[in-house]
């Protein structure tokens, strides 16, 4: 997620989706800080030509260890962890059941991670690190990823339009698939581009897709929120960039659609779900601002709010039964369709607080939909979560998580006013 890394069951996806034929299983190589250096070296006028923007500074290059990725992931999540939100996130998806009461939501993440990354770019030093258990076949290709990276960073500073979105969880999905989806169509321009012109070898590519990490035992194993939100910039944003033709195949890398969204929107998960309401001007749909007011009034001053946010479409998916296909669609292409359904569908905006008294924990959600037949979808979907206590009104729904007793029907209409 944001930024960690490529995972090899995406380019396990586009192996795939290349077509390349099965071959005989063989040992991997890892890569030496020397043939590193080259791979940078050779990569980087690749990745200027089919970017259309040129390095500003040299992007310093580094084998490392699993170790060095643990501390990149923890020093990512401490940069972005702003008063203890992942804890609190944490605590929300335990009471809507989208994790397990004893799932660590940092452990699982790294676990997926440490199986499926195969090198990252850190904005912080602006270096990109190579993991030395990496197969030589992999190398090039995560490499042309990264760099990608390393190279948008220089131009429009990745880290900064991702602090301007701390506040709202769902707009930083949003950004980081215009991030992760440029970088995964540029991968896959240049990795097809080599297996055209023989510079790479499509039968190990099918070995990498079939090996241990190309299957993603841990990767598939995570809860499904999990899976949707790691998976889900690089799957759908390479979609809502490149459009019907996210390979990049036949019109080349998107650089000038790319170029615009970095500098404007998108706004939420609903816009990289469904393009059309991005790109279209007349079906052009931004989400509302969700507040909920007066909740410590009904609660008493012991309460304490712990945290809050915005979960988005992709991340409600997970909680009314939304799909996280794997595979290409019918169309030999990944469909961002598929990863939706029609209770997630129609989302407006959200809005999600935890608190807090003497260890007891409640979280308040209120979601607000496009229309009343969009609020009734939703709510009917929730019949098949005993812990939740929810109330509609119009377009709205409003959803009680944990034991607030008594006062659990005074919340709701307190959150549907």
């Known amino acids: ?15 795939g989706l290349a077509g390349a034929a099965a071959s005989a299983d063989e040992t991997p190589i890892a ?22 923007l040129p390095f500003k500074r040299p992007v310093p290059v580094e084998v490392v260890d699993g170790a060095a990725m643990r501390d ?31 799932a660590g939501l940092l452990e699982l993440l790294m676990d997926a991670m440490e199986e499926q990354a195969g090198g990252f770019y850190d904005p912080s030093k602006g270096a990109y690190y190579l993991l030395n258990d990496v197969p030589q076949t992999a190398a090039p290709i995560f490499t042309a990823h990264e760099l990608t990276h390393a190279l948008e960073d220089q131009h429009f500073d990745l880290d900064r339009r991702l602090r301007d979105t701390l506040e709202d969880d769902d707009r930083m999905l949003a950004i ?22 023989g510079e790479m070898d499509a039968d190990a590519l099918q070995t990498l897709a079939e090996s241990e990490a190309g299957r993603a035992a841990k990767l598939r194993a995570l809860p499904e929120v999990l899976l949707r939100q790691m998976l889900g910039p690089y799957v759908l944003g390479a979609l809502f960039l490149g459009g019907d033709d996210s390979r990049g195949v036949a019109g080349g890398y998107p650089g000038d659609t790319v170029n615009r969204v970095m500098s404007a929107g998108p706004s939420s998960s609903e816009q990289i779900l469904h393009p059309e309401k991005f790109w279209d001007s007349e079906q052009r749909d931004e989400p509302r601002e969700v507040r909920l007011a007066g909740m410590q009034r009904v609660l008493g001053k012991r309460w304490t709010r712990e945290g809050h946010g915005v979960l988005g479409e992709l991340t409600l998916g997970a909680l009314v039964g939304a799909a996280t296909p794997l595979e290409p669609g019918a169309s030999g292409i990944p469909d961002a369709a598929a990863w939706t359904n029609q209770a997630a569908s129609g989302w407006g905006g959200d809005r999600w607080e935890l608190w807090e008294q003497d260890g007891e924990s409640i979280l308040l959600l209120r979601v607000d939909w496009d229309s009343p037949t969009d609020a009734a979808e ?25 034991h607030a007793g008594k006062k659990t029907g005074r919340l709701l209409t307190r959150m549907l006013r």
Do not use: N
Not at 1 to 15: D, N, T
Not at 382 to 390: A, E, F, P, S, V
């Open 1 to 15: 997620m944001r930024g960690f890394g490529c995972p090899v069951i995406v380019v396990s996806l586009l192996v």
């Open 31 to 52: 890569v030496s800080q020397q043939e590193a250096q080259r791979l940078i070296d050779e990569l980087v006028p690749q990745v200027e030509k089919l970017r259309g």
């Open 72 to 102: 990149y992931v923890l020093a990512r999540v401490r940069l972005f962890d702003h008063e203890g939100h992942l804890d609190a996130v944490q605590r929300a998806y335990r009471l809507l059941g989208l994790i397990p009461e004893d």
């Open 176 to 197: 980081s698939a215009v991030h992760e989806g440029s970088a995964t169509i540029l991968m896959s321009v240049y990795m097809m581009g080599a297996v055209r012109r």
């Open 378 to 402: 939703f709510a009917a979907a929730l019949q098949d979560h005993d812990g939740l206590r929810w109330e509609t009104s119009d377009d709205r729904v409003a959803i009680v998580a944990g």
